[in-house]
C-alpha cells in the first residue's frame, strides 16, 4: 500500500472537520429567508432548516446530561439571524428594533428556548410550547404569516410533528401627517 501524499491527508481531515461541529446530515441543510413588512415595521428572519424533524431534537432534549455542552455550542453557533427596524412583540416579549442572532438552547425545567442575541448585551429568550402539528417537517420550518389585522403577523416554528405558533405585533405607529395650512 502507497502512503498517502500529506496534502490528501489535510484535505480528507478537513472534509471530516466539519461534519464533527454540525452533523453531516445538516452540511448542506437549505438556508431559508423570510421577511414580512407590516406598515412601515419591516421584519427580516434568515436560518439553516437543519434536520431536526428527524427525531434528533427529541433527543437532545432527553440528554439533560449534554444540555450545557448543546448550549454553549448552539450560541458560538446560531442558526441564524433576525432583523427588525422598529420593535416589536412576539410571544409577549418586547423585541427592540435592531439585528440578532438566532439559536436554540434546551433545559430541563423548560424544554426548548428560542434565544434572540444582540450584538451586545444579554439574549431575549422564550420558552417554546410545543404542541403536536397537523404535519410532520422533516426540517426545522420557522415561517412569518400574515394575519387578518393590520401591523400582525404570526411566527410559526415546527420541529419534526411539534410546532408553535406566536404572534408578533408591531409596536411602531406611523406619524401624523402634517396638514398644510
Given amino acids: 500500500m502507497k502512503p498517502l501524499p500529506i496534502a490528501v491527508c489535510a484535505a480528507l481531515l478537513a472534509a471530516v472537520v466539519p461534519a464533527q461541529v454540525s452533523g453531516s446530515i445538516n452540511q448542506n441543510a437549505p438556508v431559508v429567508a423570510h421577511s414580512i413588512?407590516?406598515?412601515?415595521?419591516?421584519?427580516e428572519l434568515t436560518y439553516s432548516a437543519i434536520r431536526f424533524g428527524q427525531g434528533a431534537w427529541q433527543k437532545i432534549l432527553e440528554n439533560t446530561e449534554a444540555h450545557e455542552k448543546f448550549n454553549t455550542f448552539?450560541?458560538?453557533?446560531?442558526?441564524?439571524?433576525v432583523k427588525t427596524n422598529a420593535p416589536v412583540m412576539a410571544a409577549g416579549h418586547e423585541v427592540p428594533a435592531g439585528e440578532y442572532t438566532m439559536f436554540f438552547?434546551?433545559?430541563?425545567?423548560?424544554?426548548?428556548?428560542l434565544n434572540l442575541k444582540?450584538?451586545?448585551?444579554e439574549s431575549i429568550r422564550w420558552r417554546l410550547v410545543l404542541t403536536?402539528?397537523?404535519a410532520k417537517n422533516d426540517c426545522l420550518k420557522i415561517s412569518l404569516d400574515p394575519t387578518a389585522q393590520n401591523g400582525t403577523c404570526s411566527l410559526t416554528i415546527a420541529f419534526g410533528s411539534e410546532g408553535v405558533t406566536v404572534p408578533v405585533v408591531a409596536q411602531d405607529k406611523p406619524?401624523?401627517?402634517k396638514k398644510d395650512g
Fill in 105 to 113: 438552547t434546551v433545559s430541563e425545567q423548560a424544554g426548548w428556548v
Fill in 74 to 81: 448552539a450560541e458560538k453557533s446560531p442558526i441564524g439571524s
Fill in 132 to 134: 403536536p402539528s397537523a
Fill in 37 to 43: 413588512t407590516m406598515g412601515p415595521t419591516k421584519l
Fill in 175 to 177: 406619524a401624523d401627517k
Fill in 118 to 121: 444582540p450584538k451586545t448585551g
